[in-house]
């Protein structure tokens, strides 16, 4: 039960100093400039079913009442997701050095700091960890199919981009100094009327790091940025844009704790403190692993980094209208992650501001609010902007998100 919580704990609170932004909307300046600098960062955490007023109290701390959990308990289905993603970059363009005659490519250095960490889980391994097995006494605990992701990374890069466009590419190498992942395709646990016969049927593998080396492991990847010119109504265009993000793998060149099971396991005569609690069976040591089915071994690993892609319209800085809409879809490479859609209006009530609203759909949760806005003075603007705004100010929904946008074009 505390291990889960912990978990939660972990993905709440994780925190990277700089964190990837994902301000929306994303927009585009076709201006030909010399050099450029950007900075992001932000963070975002939320899920499908946990609410701010259970989150709040393992982020400030405060007693967690029967009326907190059962809130965020009946908003429980039967697959649920939780989830932060936390990570940033600094960005140096230099448009004015050609790096192939007679082509407009300049470079660009880049250098980031990242966090993904997710998971996929039933109600009834929600209830288990915040009511007990007491709930589920002669019944059975199903928590099949959950899934858990967490990987911490680091990373620099060099790449092309061109002077019109702006369209770019970079590759990227990463250090990878954190890494966790767990799946369980059956997971079920049966205790008897009296709570002291049960039954643990377990499929699946756990893969915990070996050592608390600050380089775990190396990543090779890259970040791409297009832009696609299209028709948009009468005598105007819009630009589509497709964009990669820190796709490519790692090699964990430290060991990796490596449990994998398939095996039903009885336990007669037990309570169910006594087998999972702070002194319990398992507490003092792994001789018991073989006795109970569990392979344990220790191996380098090849793993994906928690890359995305993103697909949509944004905002054309030159539109000489008030208005922009823009849309879109962003994808992970994990089931924790659902495909996350959003689409908005961009408002520009004078050249040097930005003001827009978004709405969207999938990640971690379900439907959110966002809100941004941007300043432009001469060679400098900044953005601030949320996914989630109504998260810093109802305890009714999950997770709260916060991002921000520096640039110096000169």
């Known amino acids: 039960m505390k291990v889960i919580q912990r978990i939660l704990l972990l993905l709440v609170i994780v925190w990277s100093g700089e964190v990837n932004a994902q301000i929306l909307p994303i927009s585009y300046d076709t201006t030909v400039i010399s050099h450029e600098i950007l900075i992001d960062g932000g963070l975002d955490y939320y899920g ?41 970059e600094i960005e140096y363009r230099n448009y004015s050095k050609h790096l192939f005659k007679k082509h407009d490519w300049g470079y660009v250095i880049k250098a980031g700091y990242n966090v ?16 007990g097995n007491d709930r589920y006494t002669g019944e059975t605990i199903d928590m099949s199919g959950t899934s858990f992701d967490l990987m911490i990374y680091q990373k620099i890069g060099f790449g092309f981009i061109h002077e019109r466009t702006k369209s770019n590419i970079s590759f990227n190498v990463y250090n990878i100094s954190d890494r966790m992942s767990a799946d369980f395709r059956d997971l079920e646990l ?3 009327a009296n709570g002291d016969s049960l039954v643990l049927t377990m499929d699946g593998e756990v893969e915990l790091k070996n050592s608390q080396k600050f380089n775990q492991g190396i990543g090779f990847g890259f970040d791409f940025d297009f832009k696609l010119p299209v028709a948009w109504g009468k005598d105007r265009k819009a630009f589509i844009r497709f964009e990669a993000k820190n796709v490519g793998f790692a ?53 994906m980094l928690p890359g995305f892609l993103q697909i949509g319209k944004i905002v054309d800085e030159h539109y000489a209208g008030k208005l922009q809409s823009f849309f879109g879809i962003r994808l992970y490479p994990t089931l924790i ?5 959003y689409a908005g209006i961009d408002y520009k009530p004078a050249k040097w501001v930005r003001l827009g609203l978004n709405l969207s759909y999938g990640g971690f949760g379900g439907f959110r609010g966002g809100i ?9 603007s900044v ?22 946008k520096l640039r110096c074009a000169f």
Do not use: C, W
């Not at 907190?68 to 997701?81: E, L, M, P, T």
């Open 48 to 88: 499908s079913a946990i609410q701010n007023d259970l989150l709040s109290k393992f982020i400030k701390g405060g007693l967690i009442t029967t009326d907190i959990k059962d809130n965020s308990f009946d908003r429980h289905k039967g697959v649920n997701r939780f989830g932060a993603i936390a990570g940033g």
């Open 116 to 131: 993904f960490g997710g998971l996929i889980y039933s109600k009834d391994l929600f209830g288990l960890a915040f009511y």
């Open 190 to 192: 049966y205790q008897d």
């Open 251 to 303: 090699y964990m060149y430290e060991d990796q704790k490596i449990y994998s099971f398939d095996t039903t396991i009885v336990f007669d005569g037990f309570t169910f403190d006594e087998i999972i609690g702070e002194n319990s069976l398992f507490s003092d040591s792994l001789n018991l692993l073989d006795t109970l089915g569990i392979n344990y071994n220790e191996r380098t690993k090849t793993v």
């Open 337 to 341: 992650y659902s495909p996350y859609v």
């Open 372 to 380: 941004y806005t941007s300043f432009t003075f001469n060679k400098y």
């Open 383 to 404: 953005a601030i902007g949320s996914e989630n705004l109504l998260g810093f100010f109802s305890k009714k929904i999950s997770g709260q998100a916060l991002s921000f």
